[in-house]
């Protein structure tokens, strides 16, 4: 079986929150094409097709729009200092409860926590983020979960910050294919996180 991937871009967003789970998926696709299966598609969602242009200067191109895309198996939202600004955005907010409606997994890395909440879609839901993040999470209703590089609640997964949300990714292409399917994405991508991560699942 294959999947549609869309990961979210916003000025602003924190360029690895994306980048590395960009790099976990679309190996993961580059593998099942040379085994002679069908590839997940892994594409870039925005408000509009203009360049992105994120928190360290890196401009990407979204590939699809919140009111142009594909049925999305998998929504992850990344986090970045652009995200106190996204949590006000009607457009965002809106387009994730209706994603969250459909999609299998919805997913986050780093403060992406604080805009899933925002959106209702992590409401009653154990979330994780980065740490110096936690206490305002909590401050604002959420129920955070500490000292673990990611958590999963239902068919909702939340990460810390930046590498964490590869361990997610990862974990993420085991339950969509297969953990040995996980285990050669990682091989070929030489992730080899020291120590161990730890999980909430």
């Known amino acids: 079986m294959t999947y549609t991937i869309g990961l979210v ?10 980048v590395g789970p960009w790099e976990v ?12 299966e069908q590839p997940d598609r892994v594409l870039l969602v925005a408000v509009g097709l203009e360049p992105v242009r994120c928190h360290k200067g890196l401009r ?9 895309h594909p049925n999305l198996d998998v929504v992850l939202v990344p986090g970045g200092m652009g995200m106190r600004r996204e949590a006000d955005n009607p457009a965002l907010l809106s387009w994730l409860a209706k994603a969250a409606a459909s999609a299998r997994w919805i997913t986050s890395v780093c403060t ?11 409401d009653g839901r154990r979330l994780a983020t980065h740490f110096a993040f936690e206490d ?18 239902g068919q909702l997964v939340t990460s810390q910050g930046v590498s964490a949300g590869i361990d997610m990714a990862l974990w ?3 339950q969509l294919h297969s953990p040995a399917h996980a285990r050669a994405t990682q091989r070929w991508i030489q992730y080899q996180p020291a120590p161990p991560y730890q999980a909430d699942v």
């Open 172 to 174: 993420l292409v085991g």
């Open 9 to 18: 871009v916003f000025p602003g967003a924190e360029e690895l929150d994306f």
């Open 112 to 122: 992406g926590s604080l805009l899933l909440h925002a959106a209702g879609v992590a």
């Open 136 to 153: 305002e999470l909590e401050r604002r209703g959420a129920t955070v979960v500490r000292d673990v590089r990611w958590v999963r609640d």
């Open 60 to 68: 990407v191109l979204p590939d699809i729009t919140f009111n142009d």
């Open 25 to 36: 998926f679309t190996a993961s696709a580059m593998l099942r094409e040379h085994a002679g």
